[in-house]
């Protein structure tokens, strides 16, 4: 209508009298030949900015873990190690990226990442941090054990002291008829000389912080039917900022009642679990141990999402893994086959065996033949997390992928022992491939750009 009138306007100024639709046709003149159209202005469409705790969330439940348990080893976080996104934790982040100088974003990129896990790392080696296991209790707990090298045990339970008693931890048991976490929580605080200001009381559990006399001091108790079992950590003020960071971890370490081993059936596996993928195609295809990704609610490739499990080898204890709509992806060249028997083993340890870190290592193995497609044995075995890492010989040619035996893991990474270890052929996985359709050509030499962490949870 805006047009039509605009139109009309004009040509009445020009003192041009048209009427009736016909006249308004004759009068409009015709299309020149290949005229382009103009161009329509368009707005272009802006990609909603993901916040912090959006990035946060898409991380792994163990990954949450592990960057919580590192931003309270740097004195960032101060909560509940639980994996849960929160603004504190968020914030924790924009800390840590400020006291190194960069962008507070509440991200961190996975150079920021490496330095948290190291920075984290030297930090629990500084105190001696040790998962150990109460021989009286069969307490789970974590002993920063260069603060508190004296050690004596009782009935009653187990003290560790410094040299000078500036810093006191105590796990203490008793019977107790019908407990609650109230009634316990409730003579905790009535004990003499403390002052408390923070209280927790759960059904299952307490915790109970303040002052008792030039002392700081933490508690954390709970029960099972009529047995009691309370952590108390008592520190000098002075050590407050060595010791906070500790006491965040010490809570979260403490298991007062720990499931006891199976004595029949097959070992228990891990709720989550970790091993190592090669890519193999551009299009997504990883190979995985099976037995690392068997009975899985989730598979994950950390850095690219979720996988589906298409194959498996039983025989060789192989799976085939793909991720749909990933980029970057670099496959490794197993089309060339290996000559020597000494290799290089390319993968990725299990977090707790890295400070929570996803750095991409490699270990010295060696087999006593290659070829053929029967395993071989892999001496030594290497480190947890490993399992599915990529095999080559010292000239860079693909000699197959290192498997570790599944074992009974009661505890954190660091104090299992190594499983026993075999290498599947590169005859042997290039034909489980074959057989799946998957073209395998071409790729990269350079296993460290083709490993991948693969991440199973089961819970």
């Not at 139109?7 to 409009?28: E, H, N, R």
């Not at 007062?256 to 091993?275: D, I, L, N």
């Not at 000494?342 to 006593?368: F, K």
Request: proline share 7%.
């Amino acid at each position: 209508m805006r047009s039509m009138l605009s139109a009309t306007l004009m040509m009445t100024t020009l003192g041009l009298t048209v009427s009736g639709p016909t006249a308004w046709a004759q009068m409009t003149p015709p299309s020149a030949a290949g005229a382009k159209p103009k161009p329509v202005a368009t707005e272009p469409i802006r990609p909603a900015v993901q916040k912090p705790e959006d990035t946060a969330k898409a991380l792994s439940q163990p990954e949450r873990l592990a960057l919580q348990s590192d931003l309270a080893w740097v004195g960032q976080y101060n909560g509940a190690i639980t994996g849960d996104v929160s603004d504190r934790m968020v914030n924790a982040i924009k800390e840590f990226q400020k006291s190194r100088g960069a962008r507070q974003t509440g991200v961190l990129n996975p150079q920021e990442r490496g330095a948290l896990a190291e920075t984290a790392k030297k930090r629990q080696e500084s105190v001696g941090w040790k998962i150990a296991t109460d021989p009286g209790t069969g307490v789970r707990l974590g002993i920063p054990t260069k603060l508190v090298p004296q050690q004596a045990s009782d009935a009653n339970g187990t003290k560790w002291n410094s040299p000078t008693g500036t810093i006191q931890v105590q796990l203490a048991r008793r019977k107790e008829a019908g407990p609650t976490t109230a009634k316990l929580a409730e003579r905790e605080k009535k004990e003499p000389g403390r002052n408390v200001d923070y209280t927790v009381v759960k059904p299952d559990f307490f915790v109970l912080s303040g002052l008792q006399g030039l002392k700081k001091f933490y508690i954390r108790g709970t029960f099972k039917g009529d047995e009691v079992r309370i952590l108390t950590i008592m520190y000098d003020q002075a050590t407050g900022n060595t010791m906070e960071p500790v006491v965040i971890a010490m809570s979260s370490a403490f298991n007062a009642f720990p499931a006891a081993p199976q004595t029949a059936g097959p070992p228990p596996r891990k709720t989550v679990e970790y091993g190592t993928g090669v890519v193999v195609s551009d299009d997504g295809a990883i190979i995985a141990d099976r037995q690392i990704t068997d009975g899985c609610l989730t598979v994950a490739i950390a850095g690219f999402g979720n996988a589906d499990r298409i194959a498996e080898d039983r025989a060789h204890d192989l799976a085939l893994l793909r991720i749909y709509g990933a980029r970057g992806l670099k496959p490794l060249n197993i089309a060339g086959t290996a000559t020597k028997t000494a290799l290089d083993l390319t993968g990725i340890a299990d977090p707790q065996a890295q400070g929570g870190g996803s750095a991409v290592t490699t270990a010295r193995a060696s087999v006593a033949q290659l070829g053929g497609s029967n395993d071989v044995a892999l001496t030594p075995a290497p480190a947890i997390g490993f399992s599915g890492a990529a095999a080559q010989d010292a000239d860079g040619k693909f000699a197959g992928i290192a498997l570790l035996k599944p074992i009974q893991v009661a505890g954190p990474a660091n104090d299992t022992p190594a499983a026993p270890a075999a290498l599947v052929t590169a005859d042997a996985l290039r034909g489980f491939l074959k057989a799946n359709g998957v073209n395998a050509t071409g790729g990269s030499t350079d296993a460290k750009t083709s490993v991948v962490r693969v991440i199973c949870v089961r819970k």
